[in-house]
């Protein structure tokens, strides 16, 4: 196997998830937790109890919190922290990344203060001259099911062919099928803004409605997050695929989703703080729904599902009446985006 060395940045689920795969490949990996107890007693046991729990470590794998020395020569860091915490961590170790270090980011969310995406993040804080070396990740990967290898597809999109052609080969395995596409804003909008929606499929969900009704909440949330997204530059095919409709489905549909669990929370009558105390790991779609609604408002968009949504997480709306509301807006024809020779209207 290659000599290449990886470092994660955040020891969750999925950044471990991550370094599983890869060292099952053979690759050396450090991961990085900021907790130096927590790594110390998961790089002994050679398991984290508290995410993976069950699952063992490679023995390429290691783990630390001196983030310093697991950097040093590594030739791909992937940040696996979520958004909220991105800007923080590359300024306060920015001088450990250096020209021709690929920088893979695995978050989906969007930074509330700024309106943007992990990749804008990284280049804002490391410098225009890393945009090549930038690569995001998205798709229906639910990381319980990726680790123990049940077959799972996703996307690696960036800036430079090449690089998205590294991180593919990298990563892809007899269970993991990677795909490249040059379109960041499409697939990291997607992987951000389904989370809304999974949240409001665990309301629907927790309420008892249905399938008729979810379908129905799927199918015109993907139509808003088209909607937000063409107006973002985005290629409206991109939401059709693995970073849209294929990670909404698995997050609108699982009782692994994070986000679906949430809606399932406040359907019960918990508050945001409860909800956000009954979780191990963070949520995005939480605050995605805030930066969602506001780049709606900057752009003109409508989004009434994440509208919606906002009010039942941050205004305690009635999850019910919110479900009556959406039901109850003018009628209006389905498709805004149709192919004419090729040309999306």
Not at 137 to 148: C, F, I, M, Q, W
Not at 224 to 243: H, Q
């Amino acid at each position: 196997m290659a000599s290449r060395e990886f470092v994660i940045l955040g020891a969750g689920n999925w950044g471990l998830t991550m370094a599983c795969l890869l060292g099952r490949k053979g690759f050396s990996v450090r991961v990085w937790d900021h907790k130096m107890e927590r790594a110390l007693t998961t790089e002994l046991e050679r398991e984290s109890r508290e995410y993976l729990p069950g699952t063992k470590l490679p023995i390429t794998v290691g783990v630390g919190s001196d983030l310093s020395t697991l950097m040093a020569g590594v030739a791909t860091a992937i940040l696996a922290v979520p958004v909220p915490a991105i800007r923080q961590t590359l300024e306060a170790h920015r001088t450990l990344f250096h020209p021709g270090m690929l920088v893979l980011s695995l978050a989906k969310g969007i930074e509330y203060e700024t309106g943007h995406r992990a990749s804008e993040i990284i280049e804002e804080v490391l410098g225009a001259s890393l945009r090549d070396s930038i690569v995001v990740l998205s798709g229906p990967n639910l990381a319980p099911e990726v680790v123990r290898e049940s077959p799972a597809s996703a996307v690696v999109a960036g800036a430079c062919e090449a690089a998205c052609r590294q991180i593919q080969q990298d990563l892809a395995t007899p269970f993991f099928r990677l795909y490249t596409s040059q379109d960041v804003v499409g697939v990291e909008l997607g992987g951000a803004l389904k989370n809304i929606i999974a949240i409001a499929c665990g309301i629907v969900d927790e309420l008892g409605l249905g399938c008729n009704t979810r379908a129905a909440l799927m199918t015109r949330g993907l139509a808003e997050i088209t909607r937000l997204g063409v107006a973002m530059k985005a290629d409206p095919l991109t939401f059709v695929g693995l970073s849209g409709m294929g990670d909404l489905v698995a997050t609108c549909t699982s009782e692994l989703s994070r986000n679906h669990s949430v809606g399932r929370f406040v359907a019960r009558g918990l508050s945001l703080e409860e909800a956000r105390g009954r979780m191990r790991m963070v949520a995005e779609g939480i605050n995605t729904t805030r930066s969602a609604l506001k780049l709606a408002g900057s752009t003109g968009v409508p989004m009434p599902i994440t509208e919606e949504v906002h009010a039942v997480l941050f205004e305690k709306k009635d999850p019910r009446q919110a479900i009556r509301d959406l039901m109850l807006r003018e009628l209006k024809r389905e498709n805004e985006y149709s192919t004419k020779g090729g040309q999306v209207q």
